[in-house]
């Protein structure tokens, strides 16, 4: 009999998969990509003490494999993220939005609120957080609401224990590092975001391919980089529309710079790289 590493999963069971996880998640697999599926649940292969890809494949997508959907996701979804990550766009929040935004009374007289939709491990909305706390030691105060959400309930996990390591906190400005990370006393190589950044952030676990996204108030900002590449044309024209309802007039969305709303009819206009502006008075 051969082991779980030896394994190979049926160019049928690939496409019931690739399948499933496309109409769950809009993540586009394509049947390419039998290997990167192989190695990643062969590990739930393991767990499950499951003897090859049939079986789980047949439990899976049976009703009584429901809970694990979360864990096949969770093991597919591509996870990659950085601190500053195409760092333009951070300069362009605050040398050009932050200035606008308070001239608006944004953060006075409300609160401003930014979403990170497909957030990963957190960097992103940390980044995001930091920067507004950088701010408001050197201007009046802004009031923030920062939201961060993935359809990986492992990735929200490590976003939530806000723990890193030297190599990942490497983008961070030195001056920042110093002032928001606090080194763990348990193990020395891990660093903690502090609390003050760390309480701006409220997560949560949302899948774009949900009928309604539920937010508790309209967003002045939405990041959404290096996610929507992975989905097709429809299902990124279905996703950005109901960003564009999330946004107030004017509010501004962010893509990830190999991301493009080309060909799609959306409300938006191009104002910077991959910065998108809602149309003002729009309504959809
Ligand atoms: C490559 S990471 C990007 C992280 C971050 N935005 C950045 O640019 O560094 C893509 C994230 O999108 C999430 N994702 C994929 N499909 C999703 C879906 N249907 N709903 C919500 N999040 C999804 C993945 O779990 C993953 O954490």
Redesign the pocket.
């Known amino acids: 009999m051969l082991t779980i590493a030896e394994q190979k999963i049926s160019s049928t069971d690939l496409s019931k998969i690739v399948r499933f996880v496309d109409d769950y ?3 586009q697999l394509s049947d390419k990509k039998q290997s990167m599926v192989e190695g990643r649940l062969r590990k739930r292969l393991r767990h499950l003490n499951m003897a090859n890809f049939k079986v789980y494949t047949q439990f899976v997508l049976s009703a009584s494999g429901k809970d694990e959907v979360i864990h096949l996701i969770d093991a597919l ?6 601190f500053f ?1 195409e760092k333009d766009h951070f300069d362009y929040i605050v040398k050009t939005l932050l200035p606008k935004l308070v001239s608006q009374g944004i953060g006075r007289t409300r609160p401003l609120r930014i979403w ?1 939709a ?3 491990s957190g ?2 909305p940390y980044t995001l957080a930091m920067l507004l706390s950088e701010w408001n030691e050197t201007h009046a105060p802004l009031d923030f609401e920062i939201i961060a ?4 309930i492992s ?1 929200l996990k490590k976003a939530k224990q806000a723990l890193y390591t030297e190599k990942d906190i490497e983008p961070v400005p030195i001056d920042m590092r110093r002032k928001y990370f606090r080194r763990s006393i348990q193990d020395p190589n891990v660093l903690q975001v502090s609390g003050v950044v760390k309480n701006q952030v409220s997560f949560g676990i ?4 949900n009928k309604i996204y539920r937010l508790p108030d309209k967003m002045d900002i939405i ?1 959404c ?3 929507l590449i ?1 989905f097709d044309k429809t299902n990124q024209q279905d996703i950005i529309n109901k960003f564009c309802q999330l946004l107030v007039p004017q509010g501004n969305l962010f893509l ?1 710079h190999s991301e493009s709303i080309h060909g799609l009819k959306l409300p938006l206009d191009l104002i910077g790289q991959t910065i998108y502006q809602k149309h003002d008075r729009v309504q959809i």
Do not use: A, M, P, W
């Open positions: 998640s809009g993540i979804t591509t996870n990659k993220t950085n990550r990170s497909g957030c990963s960097e992103e959400t993935d359809i990986s990735v949302l899948n774009f391919k990041f980089r290096n996610v992975y990830g």
